[in-house]
């Protein structure tokens, strides 16, 4: 797993952009893939992106727990954040997706708030 030692061992402002642009960039990549070509197949897919989902949740979830480290924890938190946005995509309907924007969008914006307050601790 990479993202705990990516967001530990980098400066803040580096794992403020791994922490919220790949999120982002693969969200909109699942949007396109699954529901443009895909959008046919989705008795295939759906159980897929519901597992998917559900194992981001309880890894994310149960890694973060004995974590002292604050990227670390930033880190865990947004495997299980992921999940929570796949569970919107799961559904396989127009407010499904629509619900997964405004969650990766409030989550933006929150991380951003997030890593503000990194800075400010850590100088």
């Known amino acids: 797993m990479w993202a705990p030692d990516v ?3 980098s400066p803040t402002s580096v794992t403020l952009f791994f922490a919220i642009l790949p999120k982002i960039a693969a969200l909109a990549v699942f949007i396109r893939f699954l529901y443009v070509p895909f959008v046919n197949l989705i008795d295939q897919w759906q159980p897929i992106i519901i597992f998917l ?5 309880v890894f994310g ?9 604050l ?9 299980g954040h992921m999940g929570y946005a796949l569970a919107g995509l799961a ?6 997706i629509q619900s997964s924007i405004v969650y990766i969008t409030i989550y933006a914006v929150m991380n951003v708030a997030l890593f503000c307050c990194f800075v400010y601790l850590f100088f």
């Open 91 to 96: 559904v396989g309907t127009n407010s499904g």
């Open 61 to 69: 979830s149960v890694a973060a727990i004995g974590q002292r480290n």
């Open 7 to 9: 967001y530990q061992g």
């Open 53 to 57: 989902s559900i194992a981001s949740m």
């Open 71 to 79: 990227k670390r924890l930033a880190a865990y938190s947004s495997i």
